[in-house]
């Protein structure tokens, strides 16, 4: 890792390609914090230990300079720090690995450490039946009463199969790291990447847990255009029409409990928090 400046109070936030990123909806708010925030790649995990390079093939790539080179597949370390916002931003941008999950978690958890991290926020994306006429819903989980307190997030009772995002928010609490994890819903019948929507949803995520508003840029204009285009193909296809508008009522009925002024009131205070920032 390349010699980096002393960081005020950072902020670890990271997102990991594969099975925690349904249609790379988390991994793909990295890559907009990284433009945004012009954020500096100061390190790579080195992934000769992680990677099945028969599943996560080098690419052949050309680089500035002209010269052809092998890109492999890693995670790679990026330090920012937003205007706004008092602290600085570690980001952390990979594939799920396909080996040693926990010497991976061990080595970015060390490289967090030497940064001064001194709290960790996952990204993930799931699929589900979720209708996308209405705000994709993210859940939020946190290892420490306090933050769960604070975010009013939950501490987590799921139990099953997990990714890298489990093992490694799994990790951060064996060695009492703050940590805290969001997922988003993607609608299951537009599986495919990108989805902007779910996108946006997780960033404003990030906009409440960090206090700051973070330049959006085309993300709104483009969350609509994939909601335009996933309406017409609804028109095209009744059976999904149909199957959408059981997922929306299904969904209006379940968050009728919801409707209550102190739901409006908090869902208003974020929004002007939000944009006071700006």
């Known amino acids: 890792m390349a010699d980096v400046r002393d960081l005020v109070d950072p902020v670890v936030i990271a997102a990991f390609e594969g099975w925690n990123d349904a249609a790379d909806a988390a ?8 433009d945004v925030w012009n954020a500096e790649v100061i390190g790579a995990i080195d992934p000769e230990d992680f ?10 790539e050309t680089g500035p300079d002209g010269h052809r080179r092998i890109g492999w597949p890693s995670t790679q370390i990026a330090i920012a720090s937003p205007p706004g916002l008092d602290r600085d931003v570690v980001l952390i941008r990979g594939l799920e690995p396909n080996m040693r999950w926990r010497q991976f978690c ?3 958890l060390a490289a967090c450490d030497d940064l001064g991290g001194s ?3 996952t990204l993930a994306a799931l699929l589900a039946d979720t209708p996308h006429t209405r705000p994709l819903p993210v859940t939020g989980s946190a290892t420490e009463p306090e933050l769960v307190d604070r975010l009013r997030v939950e501490q987590s009772s799921y139990e099953g199969p997990t990714g890298i995002v489990g093992v490694f928010q799994d990790a951060c609490g064996k060695l009492d ?4 994890s969001y997922w988003v819903a993607v609608p299951h019948y537009v599986a ?3 989805c902007p929507k779910a996108s946006l949803a997780l960033v404003h995520e ?3 847990l960090l206090g700051c508003a973070i330049p959006l840029g085309e993300l709104p204009e483009d969350a609509r255009a994939w909601e335009r285009g996933v309406d017409e193909l609804a028109e095209e296809e009744e059976e999904i029409a149909e199957y959408v508008r059981a997922l929306e009522e299904t969904r209006d009925t379940a968050d009728l409990p919801e409707a209550s002024g102190e739901a409006i009131a908090r869902e208003f205070e974020r929004y002007l928090k939000r944009r006071d920032s700006e």
């Open 177 to 180: 790291i703050p940590a805290v």
């Open 27 to 34: 991994s793909s708010v990295i890559d907009h914090l990284m």
């Open 106 to 108: 061990a080595e970015l």
């Open 51 to 60: 990677y099945d390079f028969q599943m996560n093939r080098p690419n052949i």
């Open 119 to 121: 709290l960790v926020v």
């Open 206 to 208: 990030l906009e409440d």
């Open 192 to 194: 495919q990447p990108p």
